[in-house]
């Protein structure tokens, strides 16, 4: 069997646990509910897992497919070197930032995803992973003039003479004779 790679679970789930702490953020600074300021702090820090999470890891395989738009997230997540590489580093982040979410109810479910994905984050730094950008490749230029570099020599296949297409004023004549009779009449 293979190896697990702990830090692409962990991103999803963190991402997810995103969405649901800043979803839960909204709903109790919507409907001002006791402790509200908790939910506040809930769509800030769901919006900065967000932030971080949302471009991908490079696989170790080198299978990895990005998210549509991760570049500018990537070179902005790229920019605070290790911090943001560590998985350590993310693994304690993530349970400092999920702690508040617990004082309110509308931010617990956030609360306890994230800190799940603090703890695959943790296993994931255990078995030595880091996190890798994924760039754009950049493919060089073929130019069409390097491909041709002789013209063909025959001319292409042509149908024989017999089976062309006349070219006459006359549409009976040019017609090409039906083996099968066709009447105006048949369903």
Request: charged share 15%; hydrophobic share 40%.
């Amino acid at each position: 069997m293979g190896k697990i790679e702990w830090a692409m679970w962990a991103n999803e789930q963190a991402l997810a646990s995103g969405l649901i702490y800043l979803t839960g953020g909204i709903v109790g600074v919507a409907g001002q509910l006791k402790g509200w300021e908790f939910a506040a702090f809930g769509i800030a820090a769901g919006v900065f897992v967000c932030l971080l999470e949302y471009p991908r890891s490079k696989r170790a395989k080198g299978t990895s497919v990005a998210r549509t738009g991760q570049y500018c997230l990537t070179v902005c997540v790229k920019a605070f070197g290790p911090l943001t590489r560590n998985y350590y580093f993310r693994a304690f982040l993530h349970a400092a930032l999920c702690v508040p979410g617990g004082f309110m109810l509308a931010t617990v479910l956030g609360c306890v995803c994230l800190g799940m994905a603090s703890l695959i984050y943790l296993s994931a730094a255990i078995h030595g992973e880091h996190w890798e950008p994924i760039l754009p490749k950049m493919e060089p230029i073929k130019h069409a003039t390097q491909s041709i570099k002789h013209p063909p020599q025959n001319p292409p296949p042509r149908p024989p003479p017999e089976l062309r297409r006349k070219r006459t004023d006359d549409l009976e004549s040019a017609a090409y004779a039906n083996p099968i009779p066709v009447t105006a009449n048949e369903c």
